[in-house]
């Protein structure tokens, strides 16, 4: 079992920059390729970004290349997602996920409860 906890939504203007953090916990956490994803009112949840559990590889959605970075700090068992030049668009709540090849299977298989991100214009 893996529990993911996010901090770090907020509220900031359009341009503005926020940093979240997903702390893992459970004895395996650090083996787990983790991943962000996104879900607007009324919108389906969306992948934002993904990282491989060595931090190798990464994987980001084409609406977020080159303004959001994904990151992990194995031994504390934390991922972050370092945002910048947020648009109102990427108003949503925020999920961390984890899961075992999940990069290559595109599925994960634990989650956490979400932190909110708005974007003002």
């Known amino acids: 079992q893996v529990q993911l906890v996010e901090s770090g939504g907020g509220w900031v203007q359009a341009g503005g920059s926020l940093r979240l953090s997903c702390a893992a916990s459970g004895r395996t956490a650090s083996n787990y390729d983790m991943g962000w994803y996104r879900q607007a009112p009324a919108k389906e949840r969306e992948f934002v970004a993904a990282i491989s559990w060595s931090a190798i590889k990464t994987n980001y959605a084409d609406s977020v290349k080159g303004r959001f970075t994904i990151s992990r700090e194995n031994p504390e068992n934390t991922v972050y997602l370092q945002m910048n030049s947020l648009k109102p668009e990427d108003t949503a709540t925020y999920y961390c996920?984890?899961?075992?090849?999940?990069?290559?299977?595109?599925?994960?298989?634990?989650w956490g409860h979400g932190t909110q991100v708005t974007v003002s214009s």
């Open positions: 996920s984890a899961g075992w090849d999940s990069m290559d299977r595109k599925e994960y298989d634990w």
